[in-house]
C-alpha cells in the first residue's frame, strides 16, 4: 500500500527558504498528480501547488505563485516543494497527497 511521507518543514524567518519533500514508499507515484496541501490553525486545508502525473505539467495557488516550486525526482520516488521569500501567512502543516493518500504533514513556521 502506498505511502506518503512528508519532511523538511521547520522554523525559518520571513524570507527565509525551505524545501519539503514528499516520499512515496509501497508504490511508485510516477504517472500520478501529486498536489501539495497546508492547513493553518482555525482554518480550512487548502491547495497549494500540483505536478502532473504524465506531463509534469505544475500548478499553483495565486498566494505562492513565483515565490514556490514544485518538482520530482522520479529515481527518488520523491515530489519537493521549494519555498521561497517565506512570508508569516505561509504557516501552517503542509501535506502531500495522491488521490486518497495523504501524509502526516509537516509544520512550517515563519516568525521572526
Known amino acids: 500500500q502506498l505511502q506518503l511521507a512528508e519532511s523538511g518543514g521547520g522554523l525559518v524567518q520571513p524570507g527565509g527558504s525551505l524545501r519539503l519533500s514528499c516520499a512515496g514508499s509501497g508504490n511508485s507515484l510516477d504517472y500520478y498528480a501529486i498536489g501539495w496541501f497546508r492547513q493553518a490553525p482555525g482554518k480550512e486545508r487548502e491547495g497549494v501547488s500540483c505536478?502532473?502525473?504524465?506531463?509534469?505539467?505544475?500548478f499553483y495557488a495565486s498566494s505562492v505563485k513565483g515565490r514556490f516550486t514544485i518538482s520530482r525526482d522520479h529515481r527518488k520516488n520523491t515530489v519537493y516543494l521549494q519555498m521561497n521569500s517565506l512570508k508569516p501567512e505561509d504557516t501552517a502543516v503542509y501535506y502531500c497527497n495522491l488521490r486518497q493518500y495523504w501524509g502526516q504533514g509537516t509544520q512550517v513556521t515563519v516568525s521572526s
Open positions: 505536478i502532473g502525473g504524465s506531463d509534469g505539467s505544475t
